[in-house]
């Protein structure tokens, strides 16, 4: 009897200390992300006995046993870093413009990556670790972690302004807010400011106040949850300590309960509606059937009834067709009405006897050099004329006998 296959791994993340089984991987040094992929893929990775060949599967580093071409893979222990991010440094691992990373300022044997980004021209606090677990709890939105920056802007920012980063301002995405907004110094050309935001989206700062008419002059950020960037000068890192390692892990659990009590208190509502606009559509399905059903619907069901409707000219009097041999119109034919009641084509005519005369105007010769006048009414001459007309001209004419 074979033996029973143990399940895979769950392909849904879950707060439970799983991972992505690539992600994995590449934190044990086997490669990068898409490296670590490709040896999915190809069937060369086993997890607890069995065999993933498939992405989007997840895995407990801790509790499973992974195994890359039959060797066990050691993860390494993680470790915790803050680094102050310099201006002119990328967040990237990869940067086709050979710009420096916050990557090579850490040493290599570590294989850490950043967590969370600042754009190219803001400096500040950047945490960098190997876990990923926790990096996905403090960089998600729904968990709503909480990031502090100190903000010069240009110009005065009036209480008016200050309302609607608070309220909301409408960006490409949508409508953003901020979570705080204070001013610590206000000069006469420039404003320091110090704003909170627990879902940050691609120079969400930068773009809110270009939206007010101020510009970013400098950008830092001094705060991930409970870490402080402190004195740390520009371009040095420390390692965490585990107190503080244990609020930080604190903070990132805090804030997934949070979003699983939203989460669950509006999945129940969501459904409800999302109900009955379905029930509403299948009734205006129905309906249209059965307008679909009385009357026909496309191009074919309107030529029809088109077809069956008199055409208004149709109505009018007849057309009058015009022979071509003579100025007076015949109505024998009618255009566009009821078809006239002509005789059929196969029978032929009857000729017309020698003695009589012919009703249809006779043609004119070709071998003839004189031009018939179109005014007058007199009989041209026999010689021009068809063969019953130049025999009634041969014919010799009879006397008539005087009386007495």
Known sequence: MAARKKPSPSPSGSADGKQRLQ???????????????????????????QIVDRLGATVD????????????????????????????VVTTNRDPMGRPRVIDLIPPEHRVFPVGRLDRNSEGLILMTNDG???????????????????????????EAMRKMREGIYIAEGRVSVDGAKIRKARSRATDM?????????????????????????????????LRLGQLPSGA???????????????????????????????????????SPGKRTASKG???????????????????????KPSPRSSSAPKLEFDLSSSTPKTGAVIGGEPSKAKPAGKPKPKAKSGSRSKTKPKPNPRSTSKPSS??????????????????AGRKPTSRKKKG
């Open 23 to 49: 992600r994995v991987l590449a934190a044990a040094g086997l490669g990068s992300r898409r490296q670590c992929e490709e040896y999915i893929t190809a069937g060369r990775v086993e997890v607890d006995g």
């Open 61 to 88: 580093p801790k509790a499973s046993k992974i195994f890359v071409d039959g060797t066990r893979l050691h993860l390494p222990k993680p470790v915790y870093f803050v680094l102050h991010k310099p201006v002119g």
């Open 133 to 159: 677990a926790l990096a996905d709890q403090l960089t998600h939105p729904r968990y709503g972690v909480l990031k502090v920056y100190h903000v010069t802007v240009a110009g005065q920012v009036t209480p």
């Open 194 to 226: 110090e704003i909170s935001l627990r879902e940050g989206k691609n120079r969400e700062i930068r773009r809110i106040l270009a939206r007010l008419g101020h510009k970013v002059q400098h950008l830092r950020r001094v705060a991930i949850g409970p």
């Open 237 to 275: 890192y420390r390692q965490l300590g585990y107190e503080e390692i244990k609020k930080l892990k604190a903070e990132a659990e805090a804030g997934e309960l949070r979003a699983r009590q939203a989460g669950g208190s509006r999945s129940k509502p969501a459904g409800t509606r999302s109900a």
């Open 286 to 308: 129905t309906a249209s059937k059965r307008v679909a059903s009385k009357r026909g619907t496309g191009k074919g069901a309107a030529s029809k009834r088109a077809a069956a």
């Open 375 to 392: 005014t007058s009414k007199s009989k041209p001459k026999s010689k021009s004329f068809g063969k019953a007309a130049g025999k009634s």
